[in-house]
């Protein structure tokens, strides 16, 4: 596969929406936090967002990912549905968006990131 091709799914996974592969700084904040964290965002689809966190956010913390691309930014509403186990400096969260953008929202972002590459 290319490096610079979206990841398919594998048989044992049980995705609804495809990941595509990114690299962007982000800033999350939680609800009721009075701080804001620092943040990347490694792969985005329809549904989501897989972030790399310095700390772990709880299952179930709505967050608000702020994104600012080279040609637009985003404010994504969503909430933690899962977190990992810690990787270095950071450690892995998974995004479910509070309402679905649409099949171009991954893709458009997927082939933001590739132009910045």
Do not use: C, K, N
């Not at 509403?77 to 309402?99: A, E, K, N, Y």
């Amino acid at each position: 596969m290319h490096p610079d091709s979206p990841e398919p799914a594998t048989g044992s996974e049980r995705r609804q929406y495809r990941r595509y592969p990114v690299m962007f700084s982000v800033t999350v904040e939680s609800a009721g936090a009075l701080q804001q964290l620092a943040g990347e965002l490694l792969d985005v689809s329809d549904g989501g967002l897989l972030l790399a966190l310095p700390e772990s956010l709880a299952v179930g913390t709505r967050v608000e990912v702020q994104l600012e691309t080279p040609v637009m930014a985003f404010a994504l509403p969503g909430r933690i549905v899962w977190t990992g186990t810690l990787r270095g400096p950071s450690q892995p969260h998974g995004v479910v968006f509070d309402l679905e953008q649409g099949p171009p929202f991954a893709q458009r972002l997927y082939e933001i990131a590739r132009q910045s590459w």
